[in-house]
């Protein structure tokens, strides 16, 4: 609590300095009104100044001080006096005057920050635009040492438009877009966010017909199948990595850009990844449900698939993207998991779609690993 110092100078001489005090703290109570604090004795925190030790004026300077406290209650003291001595009654309070040091140096390293970030995207935008008309730009995560991307969501991204023969090039340098998600593009100098808007709008743009073949029964079940990959499986994946393993496996399969997300993107995961799984609602289940829920979802991918080569039959159409997007993770990043097992024991189908996706899609994978392999 503040001290007040009452913005009185007393030049009064007085024998007891605590009877004065009392009594002015008794009259400020009274008050109720005045901004007095009430020290841990119930009484006021008050501070006269210049009182030395003489008990002949001490009738004298109660009387005073009742006088001035009256007008000071009745507002009759300028307010300037008041404003001056609560500004130097905060000042001098050590705590208070380091929390404004605090704060003011929070502050211009936050604006310093904003600065800095601004000018770094001013710079990197003009690298973006500097593309070429119509090349896109992908901006995604840093690329894993035994898949091109732990995002499902890159890869479904970049599968599309290698798929559809759009030029792109990558950016990893400002993975997430405005909406705090990664991936996002600059097309032409414009920011789309979301996989599947981006998808969509690469579609028009390009006019692409990787979807023309299918039938409006295949389109329907496959958008339902994508909503379930991207709404549901992805949440399962998200809470095993970062919660059920702690990233430990995770940790293994890439090479982080920086050394503190090597050292505390795990750390980082765990709490924020329970505390999203439970918003979403898959962390409500346990562990072993979610197993359960993962070989439902396999076991439709595996009777949708059949005996086809891809999910669009004889040609991969927009949703095989986000389908080996999601099993590549269990067939390449994910060791030891649930979905690997799924993938390459229970549904070797699967895992044999996955090898032909790759190898159709991606004939430079290898080089795309971190490191770069032979
Ligand atoms: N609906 C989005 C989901 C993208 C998404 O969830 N991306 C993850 C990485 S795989 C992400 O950026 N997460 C950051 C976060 O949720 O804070 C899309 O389709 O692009």
Redesign the pocket.
Known sequence: MTPFNFPIRYNAHCQNVCQVENHLAKLILDAGKLPIIANSHGCCHLRCHNISRSTTRNLKLIVEAEEALRQFIAGSVKMNILDKDLLETVWSNDWTRRGIIICIGVGVIISLRKVLQNRKLAKLRAEWNSAGKDVVVLHQ?WRGKYCPN?????L??ECFMRLAGIKYITDIKE??GSR?????ITLNGEDI??????VDHLTKQFKVRLNDHLTPERKATLEAVRIML?EQL?WIL?MWRFYHTRCKTFWKTQIFPTWFLHYFFPTMLYS?SQK?GRAHGIARHTLAEQIKMTEKQFGILNELLGDGQYFGGDQPCSVDCIVFGFLAQGMWNDSDSHFETLIKVTHPKLAAYCIRMKERIYPDWKKLLNPPQE
């Open positions: 995560f732990f995002s499902p969501y890159v479904k991204v993975p997430m705090g998600l990664c991936p996002w966010e979301d996989s599947q808007h981006i991207e992805f998200f924020h999203r």
